[in-house]
């Protein structure tokens, strides 16, 4: 079965630079999370799209914004970045959010910021 | 503030016993709980969820147990098998919905052949 996918899946990038994230849901989700998890972290919520419209943000860093596009898509773009940035970064993706429906996550982008 | 707890950080069971993880909350709005299961290098896999509205789900060898009372949930595997082996996240969401996943810090279990 068609699963979330990611990309890419490690990164490297230097502080004050910028990065963008991918990630592409599964077939039929409309709602798309980002999570990230710091290292012995559990992860923590960011942001989310629900047809392409923003809705709910969590912890996420005024450095950091998103979009959910008209294939569902999803892209986090972070800038000046700085080295507590370095974290994996999760997305995930459910197929109904008003109703109990688990979250399916990708296998993750390795951010390192050096 | 950890509103999910899992006091456990790693548990280690031998394999064909049960293995069981716990997990407590504090947000007595939670009323959706899921298990997730991680690999190194994978993402959180969904493993089995409870509304509040149950007391247990049960799907083949994994079974959760929640005890609203206590804000207390349980994870039993049984029986458990090496391929087992991985942290498991319990987390919780206020309903109408997934949004904003809360995540325990996870507990590792180790399923020793």
């Known amino acids: 079965a068609a699963g979330v996918i990611q990309s890419p899946r490690h990164l490297i990038k230097e502080k004050r630079e910028t990065a963008t994230l991918k990630c592409y849901p599964i077939?039929?989700?409309?709602?798309v999370y980002w999570y990230q998890q710091g290292p012995g972290q559990d992860p923590q919520f960011l942001i989310s799209?629900?047809?392409?419209?923003?809705?709910d943000k969590g912890s996420i860093p005024d450095r950091f914004s998103a979009q959910q596009f008209s294939d569902y898509h999803s892209e986090l773009n972070m800038s000046s970045l700085e080295l507590g940035d370095s974290a994996l970064y999760f997305c995930?993706?459910?197929?109904?959010?008003?109703?109990?429906?688990?979250?399916?996550f990708g296998n993750g982008t390795r951010l390192t910021v050096t | 503030d950890q509103q999910v707890k899992q006091n456990s950080p790693s548990l280690s069971v031998q394999e064909g016993r049960i293995s069981i993880l716990n997990c407590d909350y504090t947000?007595?709005?939670?009323?959706?709980f899921l298990w997730y299961k991680k690999y190194p290098a994978e993402g959180p896999t969904f493993l089995i969820s409870?509304?509040?509205?149950?007391d247990k789900n049960e799907d083949g060898r994994f079974t959760v147990f929640l005890n609203k009372s206590a804000k207390h949930l349980s994870l039993h595997i049984v029986p458990s098998q090496p391929g087992d082996s991985a942290v498991y996240f319990c987390?919780?969401?206020?309903?109408?919905?997934?949004?904003?996943?809360?995540f325990g810090k996870g507990t590792k279990l180790t399923v020793n052949p």
């Open positions: 995930a993706s459910s197929e109904d959010r008003g109703g109990d429906s688990p979250l399916h």
């Open positions: 077939p039929r989700h409309d709602t």
């Open positions: 799209f629900y047809e392409k419209m923003q809705s």
């Open positions: 947000n007595s709005m939670f009323d959706y």
């Open positions: 409870i509304s509040s509205i149950k």
């Open positions: 987390a919780a969401t206020p309903g109408g919905g997934s949004e904003k996943l809360v």
